[in-house]
């Protein structure tokens, strides 16, 4: 067994990332903290430069004073070249109240200096300037001098500039010095962050894996996980000792496992998964075999050295009524049966032979001892022989247990380049075995090329059928009833058609299977809902309009079918005589049981008609004893007409007499129309009258002139 090898993509390993975030999250607190820093710092700078503006203007302000009220403009201008050799101090005006400058001076400072091309320059403190831009400018009110208070009158003011420049590169070194401080000491923190988690998690995470990956799955309790003794007692130490002690269970319970997953639970025959695996190493020895016949010594396998020198047969055998004793006697003794036969039918198999059960009474032999048809049949005949007798089983009953066998040899049934392989051999046993079973109890059949194609065909029909249930394929179309004499509507037919690759499909093409299948109980309910909750509308409209729907044999025998109608004409408020349910003549003579449930859904309400009235073989007497209302001339009777027209007079006059109502079907050509108008028959439909056709189509083209027509007289007699 191929072993694994854990590959991680780099920037998908665990450790990597595991690094980064550890890096990312201490360079993001880092920065958070330096911002906070950065603030408290800021507010501080911004603090101390204010108080630099305070102390020059106390030094400044008696002398401003006194200059101010004695108008003395060289101590003015003292006073303005002693402020501005006070370092900081840009520029300095004396003011003589309320705009005259008493005197005023500036001094050129050197630029701040940018660092525009500096690795420092986008933490320069011309950055920073802006911070103290609104204190750059402060101004001091002058008073009266010589002790007067400052409740006095203003007499001027001194207004002073400051440099920020300074106040600017302090607060920008101390953001160098915090920013990359701050940053070399972030990224060590991720780094002894990421060591610290890469020594306790990620290696022993990685020495895990890699210890995973080694693991034989044909033998998982020979390897072992490696024990980490610093983390024996947390969470990762308990995940190795829990995944060590599954790994053992598993090994000392795999030959069970294995027993499981290959043998039959009931019979201990070999399953479906054993019996295709032993049928592939088949298959693979004869084509050895074919194409290397000089290693003929080689055909055989450990422990079956014999096998392998003749032709490859299979043999699908299906127990006859064996649901009959599961529900008669019960599944224990259903499943005591099984057991029996598992018995008999080894016994008559020879060396090298394998005999399998597949599920339910569903048993395979595998042989490769047949060189020729013969062969397999003498080998299906000893099976069906073995089990004629009487089967004792435990409980004191004796069961006769025939079967029915499909056979598929290898080489007999594949079309030419076609590859033979285990499941197409399954599927011909299973094809030969269907027309087994259809030949009669205790038969065999070989599988053969059109048996195949045929099956094939049904078998497709069939799962498109079930899909188009699932998702709502099918649509239903009405062919319009009318009264022969005037062509006014009376009623429709509810026909099926089947959305299957953008193309409608007829019933013929599918109603077979749907029969043969079961499939046709789930889509005849929907073909009487649909109907019936379409009726419900049209009968409001027309009092005298029935809609028609074909129920076959199947659905009129299933239980619960007349509750089902019942239900229907609750739900929908359609009188049950405005509903007509169409069965072939062969449905009402063939079974009582078909009879009582035609006769409990006349009692009911619901009209009865017989559908292709006059192709049976039944006798004309049933007619009065049936719950009859409506023959339906079939339109074999109608194509020739008026040519070939003695069936359907009889017909119509058989109609008449036993007063029941008769609709011609067919009708697709005028003359043909022509001669029904003369000969009575009441209602008919076809082509020529309207193709089926949808629900709003029908409404459209019937319904809808109609009502416009009974608008038109009502408003005429209003009038």
Request: aromatic content about 6%; charged content about 25%.
């Amino acid at each position: 067994m191929r072993r694994h090898q854990m590959t991680v993509a780099f920037w998908h390993s665990l450790a990597v990332r595991q690094s980064a975030l550890a890096l990312l999250s201490a360079v993001v607190i880092g920065a958070a903290l330096s911002l906070i820093q950065g603030i408290g710092q800021a507010e501080r700078e911004r603090a101390k430069f204010a108080n630099a503006g305070r102390v020059v203007l106390d030094l400044v302000e008696n002398t401003a004073s006194a200059a101010v009220w004695n108008l003395d403009p060289d101590l003015a201008s003292g006073l303005v070249r002693s402020v501005l050799a006070i370092d900081g101090v840009r520029a300095v005006r004396l003011v003589e109240m309320p705009n005259r400058v008493l005197a005023e001076g500036a001094r050129d400072l050197p630029p701040v200096d940018g660092g525009a091309l500096s690795w420092r320059g986008w933490l320069s403190g011309a950055h920073f300037a802006p911070i103290f831009k609104d204190l750059a400018e402060t101004q001091r009110l002058l008073y009266r001098p010589a002790g007067s208070s400052r409740g006095g009158p203003i007499i001027g003011r001194l207004e002073l500039e400051l440099d920020t420049s300074r106040a600017a590169a302090d607060y920008a070194a101390f953001i160098r010095t915090t920013v990359l401080g701050g940053l070399v000491r972030d990224l060590a923190l991720g780094v002894v962050l990421a060591l610290l988690l890469h020594t306790f998690l990620t290696r022993p995470l990685r020495a895990v894996g890699l210890a995973v990956a080694s693991i034989d799955p044909s033998r998982p309790g020979a390897a072992r996980l490696p024990d980490f003794p610093r983390q024996a007692e947390n969470e990762l130490g308990y995940l190795v000792r829990r995944f060590n002690e599954v790994l053992r269970l598993l090994d000392r319970n795999r030959s069970d496992m294995e027993q499981l997953a290959t043998h039959d639970v009931l019979t201990g025959l070999p399953n479906r998964l054993l019996l295709q695996r032993r049928l592939d190493e088949a298959l693979r020895r004869r084509e050895r075999r074919l194409y290397h016949p000089e290693r003929s010594d080689l055909v055989g396998t450990v422990g079956h050295p014999a096998r392998g020198r003749g032709g490859i047969a299979l043999f699908f055998l299906d127990l006859d009524r064996f649901k009959h004793v599961n529900d008669s006697l019960g599944h224990d003794v259903g499943d005591r049966l099984l057991q029996a036969v598992a018995s008999r039918l080894s016994d008559c198999l020879g060396e090298g032979d394998m005999l399998g059960r597949l599920g339910g009474d569903e048993f395979l032999v595998v042989t490769e001892n047949v060189h020729e048809a013969v062969d397999a049949a003498v080998l299906a005949e000893r099976l069906l022989k073995a089990l004629e007798p009487p089967l004792a089983v435990e409980g004191g009953h004796l069961l006769h247990a025939g079967a029915s066998i499909g056979v598929a040899m290898v080489g007999e049934g594949t079309a030419a380049g076609e590859m033979e392989t285990a499941s197409t051999l399954l599927r011909q046993a299973d094809t030969a075995l269907y027309a087994a079973k259809a030949a009669g109890r205790g038969q065999y059949r070989f599988f053969s090329r059109d048996m195949s194609e045929r099956a094939e065909n049904r078998l497709t029909t069939e799962a498109n059928l079930r899909q188009a249930l699932s998702i709502g394929s099918f649509e239903l179309y009405f062919q319009p009833k009318v009264r022969a004499a005037d062509q006014s509507l009376v009623g429709a037919e509810a026909l099926v058609r089947w959305k299957h690759d953008g193309q409608l499909v007829q019933p013929g093409a599918f109603m077979t299977v749907a029969e043969d299948s079961g499939l046709i109980m789930e889509l005849g309910s929907w073909v009487l809902e649909q109907a019936v909750r379409e009726a419900t509308h049209w009968t409001k409209l027309l009092p005298d309009f029935h809609i028609a729907v074909n129920v076959s044999a199947r659905q009129i025998i299933a239980p619960g079918f007349v509750e089902r109608v019942r239900d229907c004409l609750a739900r929908s408020g359609v009188p049950a005589d405005r509903i007509e349910i169409e069965v072939t003549e062969s449905v009402m003579v063939d079974s009582a049981r078909s009879l009582e449930v035609l006769w409990r859904l006349k009692r009911l309400g619901v009209r009865i008609a017989v559908d292709d009235f006059g192709t049976g073989f039944s006798s004309l007497s049933y007619l009065r004893q049936m719950p009859i209302d409506t023959l339906k001339i079939d339109r074999a009777f109608v194509q020739d007409l008026p040519r070939d027209s003695a069936i359907a007079a009889m017909i119509l006059t058989l109609g008449a007499r036993l007063g029941l109502e008769v609709v011609a079907e067919g009708v697709e050509r005028e003359e043909q129309l022509a001669w029904l108008v003369a000969e009575g028959c009441p209602v008919v439909q076809g082509f020529f009258i309207a193709e089926p056709m949808p629900a709003r189509q029908l409404e459209a083209r019937f319904l809808h002139p109609l009502l416009m027509a009974r608008e038109d007289e009502r408003e005429g007699r209003s009038a």
